[in-house]
């Protein structure tokens, strides 16, 4: 149960909220529509190497970085606001919700289910985490 121990927790709250649902809006909740044939990639990495070939750099960089970064504020926030949650509650879920997102788009044909997304997000959450433990440091 969340505790609203003071203005910076409702805060915080709120901008998890506001994240959260920007974040859905972005990934399953998109107009951009997919055939109806929306696929699962199981393959780690192929499709970034595909893209790679296709497109270049710069865009498996937009993928991968994307992925990571739009993670990060999730990994963070959730121990920001849940003060006794350690890594191993914060990867798994962020882990979840990738899981939920990438379930999502494939049930709604808003785009492939893919295992690089899973990964690259939940690093990108665990990378929040350990953001979040460097602030705590400096914050004590």
């Not at 998109?30 to 696929?39: G, H, V």
């Not at 993928?63 to 963070?76: K, Q, T, Y």
């Not at 788009?105 to 997000?121: R, S, T």
Request: with cysteine; net charge positive; aromatic share 18%.
């Amino acid at each position: 149960m969340v505790k609203f121990r003071n203005v910076n927790n409702r805060i915080l709250i709120v901008i998890f909220l506001l994240y959260f649902c920007i974040l859905l809006r972005l990934t399953v909740f998109r107009t951009r529509t997919y055939p109806i044939d929306s696929s699962v990639n199981l393959s780690l990495f192929t499709d970034l190497v595909a893209t790679y070939h296709e497109n270049g750099l710069w865009m498996v960089l937009y993928l991968v970085i994307g992925n990571i970064v739009w993670f990060v504020p999730f990994g963070f926030l959730l121990p920001e606001i849940w003060k006794n949650l350690k890594l191993r509650i914060v990867v798994p879920f962020g882990f979840l919700l990738s899981l939920t997102i990438e379930t999502g788009q494939l049930l709604l044909h808003k785009g492939m289910f893919e295992i690089d997304d899973l990964v690259l997000n939940t690093f990108g959450t665990a990378i929040g985490y350990f953001v979040y433990k460097i602030y705590r440091s400096f914050r004590k």
